[in-house]
């Protein structure tokens, strides 16, 4: 089953998330498997992520790939823990 993750990342910057991208796409093979859509929106406190995953499990081995890239650079997560909710239905224009 599809979910949707809402991240809020306080105090990242673009420029922060730009370097995370750029490490995550020079990995090998393709750590954003099962992702179907990802969207950035910068707020006044950082960054709110909002991903879509083909399931729950996809979404969990992104994660056990994309925490020690980001803490190889630096970043440490502040904020809530991610919503998860799961989706009735999606669909693509």
């Known amino acids: 089953?599809?979910?949707?993750?809402?991240?809020?990342?306080?105090?990242?910057?673009t420029d922060q998330y730009d370097a995370l991208?750029?490490?995550?796409q020079a990995l090998p093979g393709n750590p954003f498997e099962g992702c179907l859509s990802h969207v950035c929106v910068?707020?006044?406190?950082?960054?709110v992520i909002y991903d879509l995953w083909e399931s729950e499990q996809a979404m969990e081995k992104f994660a056990g790939i994309v925490r020690p890239t980001a803490q190889g650079l630096g970043l440490v997560p502040q904020g809530a823990p991610p919503e998860i909710h799961p989706v009735h239905a999606f669909w693509t224009p």
């Open 1 to 13: 089953m599809a979910v949707l993750a809402k991240v809020e990342l306080a105090g990242m910057t």
């Open 21 to 24: 991208n750029e490490k995550l």
């Open 42 to 47: 910068p707020t006044d406190s950082g960054l």
